[in-house]
């Protein structure tokens, strides 16, 4: 049932205008610009660089792929983050990619998923700080993670027992989206087998991904229903991602080639990228930032504040502290924020 239906309807005698709130809402909205923040999380050598590059088509992240024989292995030993402000059409996007060490590089991976799951935390962290502070800022730049993609190495068996784990803790505390990566390595029945295996396991294992089927209600949107459903027999999407230019059917596209001819990146009956490009960017983008922040960030301020009053701890600010309190205060304030 709707908030307002139990208010009478009121019949207007002539024009008022409130009709233009959305123009007016949109122009505030496009005025400032958006923010999305994703992290990239998987195994060493799956492309997670090239396909976020592929994705928004920028090269916003160096892939750590070696290129010469003679080249030492690269690879991502520590989280990092990188923004770019990218402009379609007027529309403004501040775009912060964060990549991660590949986990499971290790005999003893252990615990390998707990800086990732620290670095969304301490997101949330930082938000809930500035929220707290007296003289907080008119908007609060939003680091909190919004996205995490997660590969899935083309094996064609099944989940690693390391990559259900990791996704479980993920799940807790971020929207998690499973991708195949180099899914062109299978034959396309053999990738539908895969596909229906890792859905079967991710059942099996009750891994909540997004969207989320428990937060759909009866006011939600028929249309918005039917793309949650089309999105949840797609996954996990099985993706390739390329940033060169190829000939295929004397057409130049985004793709690459193999032995077999070329393989077309935006090409449905090649891969699901296009699919998973449309879920991202065009219909669940706003979608991904309000859950953030209504289920997981709401989540994480909740326990929060719930431990700080258990504790009777009270932050005292005055004129001459600074904006964001000292981290030992704060880890007294917040004992579960910082280890």
Same mark, same amino acid.
């Given at each position: ?20 709130? %959305?123009?007016? !809402?949109? +122009? ?6 958006? $923010? ?7 195994? &060493? ?32 030993? @520590? ?16 775009? &912060? ?17 707990? %800086?990732?799951? +620290? ?8 938000? =809930?700080?500035?929220?707290? *502070? ?17 590969? !899935? ?14 996704? $479980?803790?993920? *799940? ?15 034959? %396309? ?6 596909? $229906? ?9 009750? !891994? ?13 949107? %028929? ?7 089309? !999105? ?10 390329? @940033? ?35 879920? =991202?960017?065009? *219909? ?24 700080? +009053? @258990? ?6 600010? &005055?004129?001459?502290?600074? =904006? ?16």
């Amino acid at each position: 049932m709707s908030n307002y239906g139990d208010i009478p309807q009121a019949s207007l005698r002539g024009y008022v205008g409130f009709d233009t709130l %959305p123009t007016q !809402i949109n +122009k505030k909205l496009i005025k400032r610009g958006f $923010q999305l923040n994703v992290i990239l999380v998987g195994e &060493t050598g799956l492309g997670k660089s090239t396909l976020v590059n592929t994705l928004f088509a920028s090269h916003l992240i160096d892939s750590k792929g070696r290129t010469a024989p003679e080249e030492s292995p690269r690879q991502t030993v @520590e989280i990092q983050a990188v923004s770019h402000m990218v402009n379609e059409n007027g529309v403004k996007l501040r775009l &912060t990619i964060v990549d991660t060490p590949g986990f499971g590089d290790h005999v003893n991976n252990e615990g390998c998923w707990d %800086p990732i799951v +620290k670095y969304i935390k301490d997101q949330h962290a930082i938000y =809930l700080r500035k929220e707290l *502070t007296a003289t907080r800022e008119r908007f609060v730049q939003d680091t909190r993670i919004h996205c995490c993609l997660f590969f !899935i190495a083309p094996t064609g068996h099944a989940l690693k027992p390391i990559d259900i784990l990791v996704l $479980q803790k993920l *799940t807790e505390v971020v929207n998690v989206v499973p991708v195949i990566a180099k899914s062109d390595s299978m034959t %396309p029945d053999e990738r539908e087998a895969f596909k $229906q295996r890792v859905r079967s396991e991710l059942e099996y294992h009750n !891994i909540r991904l997004f969207p989320f089927v428990d937060e759909e209600s009866e006011e939600t949107d %028929p249309e918005e229903i039917r793309l949650n459903q089309e !999105i949840r027999e797609r996954v996990p999407f099985a993706i390739v991602g390329s @940033e060169r230019t190829i000939t295929v059917g004397g057409k130049e596209v985004i793709g690459r080639k193999n032995r077999w001819g070329g393989i077309n990146v935006e090409d449905p009956t090649h891969c699901e990228f296009i699919h998973l490009r449309d879920f =991202l960017t065009r *219909t669940h983008l706003q979608d991904l930032i309000e859950t953030t922040a209504h289920i997981h960030y709401e989540s994480f301020r909740t326990k929060q504040l719930l431990a700080l +009053k @258990e504790s009777n701890a009270r932050p005292h600010l &005055t004129s001459v502290q600074p =904006l964001v309190p000292p981290m030992d205060r704060l880890n007294r304030v917040f004992p579960d924020i910082v280890p």
